[in-house]
């Protein structure tokens, strides 16, 4: 019998806030693991723009400077 793989850790990426405080998110948050990151789509309009919605996408490595 094999053992069973650990479960990755998860974390929460709360998202951007809107542009103007009259515009409301689509989306609070996403879960995600760490290797994942989170990247946001955004809607415009007249008034600003706000989070419409996302993809889970790897997360690059960290570059040195």
Same mark, same amino acid.
């Given at each position: 019998?094999?053992?069973? +793989?650990?479960?990755?850790?998860r974390?929460?990426?709360? &998202?951007?806030?809107?542009?103007?405080? !009259?515009?409301?998110?689509?989306?609070?948050?996403?879960?995600?693991?760490?290797? +994942?990151?989170?990247?946001?789509?955004?809607?415009?309009? &007249?008034?600003?723009r706000?989070?419409? !919605?996302?993809?889970?996408?790897?997360?690059?490595?960290?570059?040195?400077?």
């Amino acid at each position: 019998m094999s053992k069973p +793989e650990p479960a990755k850790r998860r974390r929460w990426v709360p &998202a951007p806030h809107p542009s103007h405080p !009259g515009l409301h998110s689509a989306l609070l948050n996403v879960e995600c693991a760490e290797d +994942e990151d989170v990247e946001w789509h955004w809607t415009e309009t &007249a008034t600003g723009r706000f989070v419409s !919605g996302y993809q889970i996408v790897p997360r690059l490595p960290k570059t040195k400077p």
